[in-house]
């Protein structure tokens, strides 16, 4: 029997490549160019930055900007997603590797590229299966609320390097202490270059365009001249550096960057550091996925364009094993570079490509350059960067929509600056998932009467209804499952237990899209309890698919009452009205 021929279709979803490509043009070319130039300049000292965040030596930060842009341009589907190293993923590389081998060795180096190709085969594998949905179990509060703590966390574990201090830590607690506990060797040089690099790239931020536009700059050549400023930094800094000799008095510096492009590497082959950093690769792959499918999905719809989450899944795991085999470490979407990539004017995935030509460039040509680069200079790049993720904004929002949501996010929060990224982002995990079973395990029933003149029903609480004492309908607004069955249980046996003559109770299921077997069995358990009370069970508007399911029981079978395909036919049934109702003027 010969196997089934892959379709062009189905190589196509496979491979984005092959769609986008077919309309590639030199207009399209121009603009990812552009684009590809503008992100290469932000995307040099932060690749640096970001390595050094991680524990790691600045030259991986340049090999994870290479090579898994290239595999994203072939196998992802966001036209502007820009992938490389970015702060949270950094610092969770940091807090899982950091347990395992000491900072600067090579023992640490080779774990971090395991946790890259373990990462890529997790993201994979989960896009083969289709489980990108497992992602909807991270609430966005929560996700937010991690991310802001990681932020406070990176920011404040740089001021040691603006400081030019010896400090560590792992939580907030922890960093603060060290830090105040070495204060008395703070670098005044280091401290200078620090502050005023930060204030200068806060200024760059907000103040040069604006200036630049007002000097007569068209509003492209503005914004690349703009998005230079950490380039400018590095470069001034640098220089400074080495015109005056302060690496002799004091202030560190990167030191030598080994120049080519990214070495041939392989991951460790060793069961025992997989099973150690199998947890911290699962959080790394969910929380950068999640970051990934956020910003990609929000650029996308800004130009009527869609992502496939589990083809994305898919280019993120790529991604990730061509940082392992390129001597990189755990890589994601980054949102400010797809943005500014966004802004840029980016087509497709190929400005990525070029990005990587560009990196690739500076690895060639430009490390020798860095030797005497600050990394008080690299510090505030990081800072300046994290400081736009951190949001204390929606404790405000959830407080005021939802307590059980702020009680989530503020926990995350806790949490991760109490006891570090690890603990916060599982807590995160465990919260978003204890978040759904809580919310959905007391679901909302309302007692639901006809509005006069219609074939409508509302709340009996909220709206002027027709009832009747002898018929109680409960409209339940959530899937029913071994979560909640006890719930509905006990509330059908509360409503009844009264001196009503009750003779009928109606679920009203049209919001109901899943009745499992455990509620299945509390429903069985309701209707023989009314039975006993000489009050019948009937159903009205339950879905096709659900009533599908509940003929292969014997429940409706054994029903006491009707199964109504809509509720005004259980009301004229049971109510006793003769008449139909006027329509509603």
Request: overall charge neutral; aromatic content about 8%.
């Amino acid at each position: 029997m010969t196997p089934p021929k892959l379709t062009r279709a189905a190589l196509e979803r496979h491979l984005p490549i092959l769609t986008w490509s077919k309309t590639y043009g030199r207009d399209t070319l121009t603009s990812d160019l552009v684009a590809a130039v503008i992100v290469t300049i932000m995307l040099i000292p932060q690749s640096l930055a970001y390595a050094l965040l991680a524990g790691l030596p600045a030259e991986m930060g340049l090999y994870a900007s290479i090579l898994p842009l290239v595999a994203y341009a072939i196998f992802g589907t966001s036209r502007v997603l820009a992938v490389g190293p970015v702060a949270v993923v950094s610092l969770m590389t940091a807090a899982a590797v950091g347990n395992m081998a000491l900072q600067g060795t090579a023992e640490y180096a080779a774990a971090a590229v395991t946790l890259a190709f373990l990462s890529g085969l997790i993201l994979v594998v989960m896009g083969v299966f289709r489980l990108g949905f497992l992602a909807n179990f991270l609430s966005h509060p929560v996700i937010a609320g991690f991310i802001t703590a990681s932020g406070v966390l990176i920011a404040t574990s740089q001021l040691k390097h603006i400081f030019g201090i010896e400090a560590g830590g792992h939580n907030l607690i922890e960093l603060v202490s060290s830090m105040v506990a070495n204060l008395g060797q703070t670098n005044l040089i280091t401290l200078i270059i620090g502050v005023s690099t930060v204030a200068f790239l806060f200024w760059v931020r907000k103040g040069l365009k604006p200036l630049l536009l007002m000097a007569g700059l068209k509003p492209r050549l503005a914004d690349i001249v703009a998005k230079a400023g950490p380039v400018a930094a590095v470069a001034v800094t640098t220089i400074a550096v080495w015109l005056f000799g302060l690496g002799d008095r004091g202030v560190k510096i990167v030191g030598e960057v080994p120049k080519g492009l990214p070495p041939l590497t392989l991951p460790s082959w060793d069961m025992d550091m997989w099973g150690t950093l199998f947890v911290s690769a699962l959080l790394i792959s969910v929380i950068g996925f999640v970051e990934s499918v956020s910003v990609a999905q929000t650029l996308a719809a800004k130009r009527r364009q869609r992502i496939v989450p589990d083809q994305e899944l898919v280019g993120l795991g790529a991604s990730n094993i061509a940082a392992a085999i390129s001597g990189g470490y755990p890589v994601t979407g980054g949102f400010a570079r797809s943005v500014v990539n966004f802004d840029a004017g980016a087509e497709t995935p190929a400005a990525g490509a070029f990005t990587a030509v560009g990196i690739a460039l500076a690895a060639l040509l430009l490390t020798p350059l860095l030797f005497f680069l600050p990394k008080a200079t690299l510090a505030a790049t990081i800072i300046v960067a994290v400081l736009s993720l951190v949001d204390f904004s929606i404790l405000k929002k959830t407080w005021g929509y939802s307590k059980v949501d702020f009680t989530a996010v503020a926990a995350t929060i806790l949490l991760t600056l109490g006891f570090g990224v690890e603990v916060g982002v599982s807590a995160g995990v465990l919260l978003s998932i204890g978040l759904f079973l809580y919310k959905t395990s007391r679901p909302h029933v309302a007692e639901v009467g006809l509005v006069p003149g219609t074939q409508h029903f509302r709340n009996i609480n909220r709206h002027e209804v027709e009832t009747r004492p002898s018929l109680v309908t409960l409209r339940i607004d959530e899937n029913l499952y071994f979560a909640n069955a006890r719930f509905l249980e006990d509330y059908v046996t509360d409503r009844v237990v009264c001196d009503e003559p009750i003779t009928d109770v109606v679920l009203m299921c049209s919001a109901v899209n899943e009745i499992d077997m455990s509620a299945l069995e509390s429903l069985e358990a309701v209707m023989h309890r009314l039975a006993d009370m000489g009050i019948r069970l009937h159903l009205s508007e339950v879905k096709g698919p659900v009533t599908d399911r509940l003929k292969r029981s014997h429940f409706l079978d054994e029903l006491t009452g009707e199964l109504f395909l809509s509720q005004y036919d259980a009301w004229v049934a049971l109510a006793g009205a003769s008449t139909q109702p006027r329509a509603a003027s």
